[in-house]
């Protein structure tokens, strides 16, 4: 099966000529999601639809490279090309706002972070998968080997900008924030736990350090701020991240890549893949959308 | 009015199919979030200036970047900038 990335709607085959057409024919009456998408991945400009269906068979090619990294050239693209993501931009020079959107924001993500990976540990059989989601929601929510747990590493960096504890937990998240959020439970309680697995591992490239391997023209952060320009707690915050490149995305794209070829699911994959992307855009304007409210109330 | 995209006046690209009238003419556009983003953007150019109407608007940049534009109305030239969200003006400035 495949579905498309932008609406959702889900065809039983996963031919390239089903998705192609799809897109076709809903470029033709002017729905703007498909349009946008098609601008943005495929070609502002119209073409017919066997063009169309041969860009689509070269946009979903990972024979060269392997699955996980088309799934990094194309996150890589789509958040740290010529034209970051808004919130990537906020990062190259982060403010004391910046970090506080990014806490609360966050704050609301790593609670169904942590939902999330257990969903996908408890439907499926595979030892291997249980064992990466257990460490992955220890090492987020309640902390590892004596290590604090990543949710409090991010309310300290919170405090640390005068932003409290409390006013983060009992804030409510953004509009952009909950629509992705919510996409995220219905995909990891609901659909195949590969492509739930997929949905969520795939965002933690965002703060992989080698992105620049994979044609990124920016990183997350400049690595210099983890000498100076923040606090202390910011720092250790966002060198958790950093440094624990054993959790992060490579392990789990390895697994994915490695499950989507022996379930024969990598062509759906690629598709729940890229729809999440789109989710993490939008929470990552929210990100940058909450900085600015702090900024403006303060 | 003068444009400088030969596709939708507001994003270039030649998908899609719907028109709408801007300042009296029949405007192609992809979808209906570039037409009312073009729309506001006219709207608001006229607010801010107090022309008439717009002879010419020529536009660079997208929807992340935002875009840098300059309208023009008779003699009168106007550069700004600005960003729309779901066709809503989210940020406009005029260049000094
Ligand atoms: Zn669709
Ligand atoms: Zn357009």
């Given at each position: 099966m495949n579905l498309c990335p932008v609406c959702g709607e889900k065809f039983l085959d996963d031919e390239i000529s089903t998705i192609s057409s799809h897109f076709y024919s809903i470029a033709l009456s002017s729905d703007p999601t498909h349009i946008m998408w098609l601008n943005r991945n495929i070609s502002k400009t119209k073409m017919q639809q066997y063009a169309l269906n041969d860009k689509f068979t070269e946009f979903y090619d990972?024979?060269?490279?392997g699955l996980a990294m088309w799934i990094k050239k194309r996150f890589v693209a789509r958040?740290?090309?010529?034209?970051?993501?808004v919130f990537v931009i906020d990062m190259q020079q982060p403010s004391e706002y910046t970090i506080m959107g990014y806490v609360t924001e966050h704050y609301h993500f790593l609670k169904q972070w942590v939902k999330s990976c257990a969903y996908i540990l408890g439907r499926t059989d595979f030892s291997e998968i249980q064992k990466y989601e257990f460490d992955n929601i220890s090492e987020e929510y309640?902390?590892?080997?004596g290590q604090p747990a990543h949710v409090d590493l991010l309310l300290q960096m919170g405090e640390s900008v005068g932003l409290k504890k409390v006013e983060v937990i009992s804030s409510v998240p953004l509009e952009k924030t909950v629509r992705a959020l919510r996409y995220w439970d219905h995909v990891c309680s609901s659909e195949h736990w590969l492509d739930a697995m997929v949905s969520i591992h795939?965002?933690?490239?965002?703060?992989?350090?080698?992105v620049k391997d994979y044609g990124?023209?920016?990183?997350?952060?400049?690595?210099e701020i983890l000498n100076d320009g923040i606090t202390k707690e910011a720092v250790q915050f966002l060198k958790a991240g950093y440094e624990a490149?054993?959790?992060?995305s490579g392990d789990a794209l390895k697994l994915i890549e490695k499950y989507a070829r022996l379930l024969k699911m990598e062509r759906e994959v690629q598709s729940y893949f890229l729809r999440s992307m789109d989710f993490f855009y939008g929470y990552l304007e929210a990100r940058h959308e909450r900085g600015k409210m702090y900024e403006e109330k303060l | 009015m003068k444009r400088n995209y030969e596709g939708c006046a507001l994003c270039d690209g030649t998908w899609g199919d719907y028109w709408r009238e801007i300042e009296g003419e029949n405007t192609f556009f992809c979808c209906s979030i570039c037409a009312d983003a073009f729309e506001n953007m006219v709207n608001r150019v006229k607010k801010e200036t107090g022309w008439k109407k717009i002879d010419s608007v020529s536009i660079e940049g997208n929807y992340s970047k935002g875009r840098d534009c300059v309208a023009t109305s008779g003699d009168n030239r106007v550069e700004y900038f600005f960003r729309h969200e779901d066709g809503v003006i989210t940020e406009f400035r005029v260049k000094s």
């Open positions: 990972f024979s060269k490279e958040f740290f090309n010529d034209d970051p993501n309640f902390g590892k080997d795939s965002l933690e490239l965002i703060a992989d350090k080698n990124a023209k920016y990183a997350y952060f400049k690595p490149d054993q959790y992060h | -």
